[in-house]
C-alpha cells in the first residue's frame, strides 16, 4: 500500500512539473535578445515568448532603464530558432480577455537574423485596459456635456 502511494505521488509530481513547465527551470541554453517597453502591463519572469502561436522562449529578466524610463525585457530564446529575421518586432499581449500577459514575436523581412545580444526595435507595449475604459468613460462625459 505504502508503495502504491509512493508512486502516486511521484506521478503528480511529474505531471504538476510538466503542466507549470518548471522542468525547464535550470535550461540556460539558446540565446538572448530584449526589447524596450513603454509599458510591460503585468508580464512577468517566464511569461511565454511565442512567435505564430508557438512558444519559441521565455522572458529571463524584467528591468526599468532610468535614463530612458522604460521597461526592458529580456527574452531567452530556445537555440533551435537561430533564423528569426533582424526586423522582427515585440508585443505584450494577453491570452484570453483577462488572461496572463506574454510576448508575441512578429516576423520582419530582413536577410540578417537577430543574435545573441541584440535588440528588438519595434515594440508595442502592454494594453491596458483600465486606461482604455477610462478614456471611452471620459469622451462619452464630454460629449453628454455638450
Excluded at 526589447?35 to 521565455?58: H, W
Amino acid at each position: 500500500m505504502g508503495a502504491f502511494v509512493a508512486l502516486a505521488v511521484a506521478a503528480f509530481l511529474l505531471l504538476a512539473l510538466q503542466v507549470s513547465d518548471l522542468s525547464s527551470l535550470g535550461q540556460t541554453d539558446g540565446y538572448t535578445v530584449s526589447a524596450r517597453f513603454s509599458n510591460v502591463g503585468g508580464l512577468k519572469v517566464r511569461s511565454p515568448v511565442t512567435m505564430a502561436g508557438v512558444r519559441i522562449g521565455r522572458v529571463s529578466a524584467i528591468r526599468f532603464d532610468e535614463s530612458a524610463f522604460e521597461g526592458v525585457v529580456e527574452m531567452r530564446i530556445d537555440p533551435r530558432y537561430t533564423q528569426l529575421p533582424a526586423d522582427t518586432s515585440a508585443s505584450i499581449l494577453t491570452s484570453g480577455l483577462l488572461g496572463e500577459q506574454y510576448v508575441g514575436l512578429e516576423p520582419g523581412g530582413s536577410l540578417d537574423s537577430l543574435e545573441a545580444g541584440s535588440q528588438i526595435e519595434f515594440t508595442q507595449s502592454a494594453f491596458v485596459l483600465e486606461k482604455i475604459i477610462g478614456q471611452f468613460l471620459f469622451s462619452k462625459a464630454s460629449e453628454g456635456a455638450e
